[in-house]
């Protein structure tokens, strides 16, 4: 194991599984640019890193726009370090049925999802080729097997599929990995706007979501954080290419 101290970006930070999986990296020893839309929503992130000993930098940038990622990944790399650990967290929901389906909630997600993870993981890859050394992990769903009023999410998040795998074949060499954790129904500000928008109480929701799940509960945003400190880890640099399902049971 190497005592390098790595910087890590995860991208849609200031809350939810993004900032769950910021302080989790941040325990494991890296330094971490908790990057969000607006850089003021990344305080309690970067508070608590701080708080429990760790080092971490609040940046606002939009994963959808090539000027803001490459200005982003600038900052990241003169004010914290270079980085060679980038968590393509950052997503929204725009559901609907596909007969109501605007082409703007379409082109949306498709924008946060798929050119997010495309602008991010290009402006950090020459880091990681330059280091020889890269942990790419890129967040899918369930939902990438179909799921009804969710054609434009579930398209993006089979499209981060076959983008993982791509990204793994090319950068394998480089000593960069790239896998992609497929979370089910975990428990987010995401997860109640769907209860909320289906006109459920979020705990009624949750309960029938856990009802469905083998390991009966819904999933935390530590879930994640889990499998994601695993493959960004030194020792993970053998699995690349994967789709690790943290759904609570074999939902793939
Ligand atoms: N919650 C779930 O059940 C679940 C299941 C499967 C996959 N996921 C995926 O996990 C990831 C995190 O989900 P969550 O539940 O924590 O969501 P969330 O809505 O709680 O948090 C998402 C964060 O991303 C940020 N963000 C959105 N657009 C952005 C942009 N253009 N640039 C930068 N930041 C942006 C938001 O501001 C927000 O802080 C998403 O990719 C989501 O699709 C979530």
New binding site residues.
Partial sequence: MSSTVRTAIV????????AAVAKRLAQDGLQVAV????AD?CADTVSAIEAAGGKALAVG????DEESVAAAVEKVATELGEPTVLIN?????RDNLLFKMTVDEWDSVM???LR?AFLMSRATQKYMVDNKFGRIVN?????AQGNRGQVN?SAA?AGIQGFTKTLSIELGKFGVTANAI??????????A?TAERVGVPFEDYKKAAAAQIPVARV?K?DD?AHTASFLASEGAGFVSGQVIYVAGGPKD
């Fill in positions: 991208t849609g930070a200031a809350r939810g599984i993004g990057l969000d839309l607006d929503a940038a939009n994963v959808a967290n950052a997503g929204i929901t924008a946060v999802h997010g967040l899918s769903s369930t939902s999410y998040k497929a979370p089910g129904f975990i428990e987010t500000e995401m997860t706007a999933g945003p994640i």
